[in-house]
């Protein structure tokens, strides 16, 4: 699970640093976690009753840390939807 996190995270870091140019032209998406794959991680966290909490005195554990960081960077840009007269 942490290895297909890793990998999509990589991708996503790639694809910001792209030149928007190539993007437009070539139509290349931003990768995305496949939603099948990320229904069966939360499942099986939850089945086997999985949770993440820091240590004591551990004010933010690594994964948490990361989860914020990707929270703020979304609140950031938003769900921005760019509108054309087509």
Do not use: W
Request: aromatic content about 2%; hydrophobic content about 40%.
């Amino acid at each position: 699970m942490i290895s297909a996190l890793d990998h999509i995270e990589k991708a996503q870091e790639a694809y910001s640093l792209m030149d928007t140019e190539v993007i437009a032209d070539k139509g290349i998406k931003e990768p995305e976690l496949n939603p099948a794959l990320l229904s069966v991680m939360v499942r099986f966290l939850d089945a086997n009753k999985i949770t993440c909490a820091p240590e004591a005195g551990n004010t933010m554990s690594d994964l948490e840390q990361r989860l914020a960081d990707k929270s703020k960077k979304r609140r950031a840009v938003g769900n921005v939807v760019h509108l054309t007269d087509e």
